[in-house]
T-cell receptor, first 110, second 113 residues
Framework: KQEVTQIPAALSVPEGENLVLNCSFTDSAIYNLQWFRQDPGKGLTSLLLIQSSQREQTSGRLNASLDKSSGRSTLYIAASQPGDSATYLC?????????FGQGTTLQVKP | DADVTQTPRNRITKTGKRIMLECSQTKGHDRMYWYRQDPGLGLRLIYY???????NKGEISDGYSVSRQAQAKFSLSLESAIPNQTALYFCATSDGISRDEQFFGPGTRLTVL
C-alpha cells in the first residue's frame, strides 16, 4: 500500500530564507507527483506537477524535484515571503488516484 | 468563474439526516473525485469516477454514495449522517490523459451534530 510522508509537519522561518520541504513515498510505481498549497479553510491550489519520467519542475521561486528510485521529492522555495505561509501538500498518483501526505505547515515571519 | 464548484460551501446538520453535496465542473474533464480532509490525516479518497458510466470506491467509502449525473456533475451523499463524518469535503477533476493533473474545488465544510 502506497504511503506518503511529509517532514517536517511544521516549519517557521524568517522572511528571505530559502527552504526545502520533503516528501517521501513507499512505492516507486507512480504516474506523477503533485505539490499543492492550501490556505487555512480553503481549497487546494496546484503548484507543480512532475511526471514520472521527469526529474524536476520550476515555477517562479518554486522548484520541485523527483527521485523515483529513492521515493523522494523536494519542494524548494527561494527567498521566502510572508505570503508563502500556508500548508503544502504532496500527493502521488497511481492508477489515476492521488495519495496525499499529511502536509507541512509553513510560517514565514516578517 | 471557477472551473470546479461545490455546493453548499458550509452545512450544519444533525445525526441521521440525509445530506447531498454537489460538484460541477466546466473543465470538460472525464474524471471526477471526492475526498475528505480531517485535521492531521490529510486528504483521503472516498469515491471516484473515470467517466459517466464508471463509479469506483476509494479508501473510505463506507457511509457514502455517489451519483455521476453527467460529465460535468458528481454528487456525494451521506445517507444517514454521523458525527465522525464532520470534515472538509473536496471535489476534484482531471482529464485522464497526458499529465492527468487534478484540480480541486473550494471545498464544503460539513458539521454533523
Amino acid at each position: 500500500k502506497q504511503e506518503v510522508t511529509q517532514i517536517p509537519a511544521a516549519l517557521s522561518v524568517p522572511e528571505g530564507e530559502n527552504l526545502v520541504l520533503n516528501c517521501s513515498f513507499t512505492d516507486s510505481a507512480i504516474y506523477n507527483l503533485q505539490w499543492f498549497r492550501q490556505d487555512p479553510g480553503k481549497g487546494l491550489t496546484s503548484l507543480l506537477l512532475i511526471q514520472s519520467s521527469q526529474r524536476e519542475q520550476t515555477s517562479g521561486r518554486l522548484n520541485a524535484s523527483l527521485d523515483k528510485s529513492s521515493g523522494r521529492s523536494t519542494l524548494y522555495i527561494a527567498a521566502s515571503q510572508p505570503g508563502d505561509s500556508a500548508t503544502y501538500l504532496c500527493a502521488v498518483s497511481h492508477t489515476g488516484k492521488l495519495i496525499f501526505g499529511q502536509g507541512t505547515t509553513l510560517q514565514v515571519k516578517p | 468563474d471557477a472551473d470546479v464548484t461545490q455546493t453548499p460551501r458550509n452545512r450544519i446538520t444533525k445525526t441521521g439526516k440525509r445530506i447531498m453535496l454537489e460538484c460541477s465542473q466546466t473543465k470538460g474533464h472525464d474524471r471526477m473525485y471526492w475526498y475528505r480532509q480531517d485535521p492531521g490525516l490529510g486528504l483521503r479518497l472516498i469515491y471516484y469516477s473515470f467517466d459517466v458510466k464508471d463509479i469506483n470506491k476509494g479508501e473510505i467509502s463506507d457511509g457514502y454514495s455517489v451519483s455521476r449525473q453527467a460529465q460535468a456533475k458528481f454528487s456525494l451523499s451521506l445517507e444517514s449522517a454521523i458525527p465522525n463524518q464532520t470534515a472538509l469535503y473536496f471535489c476534484a477533476t482531471s482529464d485522464g490523459i497526458s499529465r492527468d493533473e487534478q484540480f480541486f474545488g473550494p471545498g464544503t465544510r460539513l458539521t454533523v451534530l
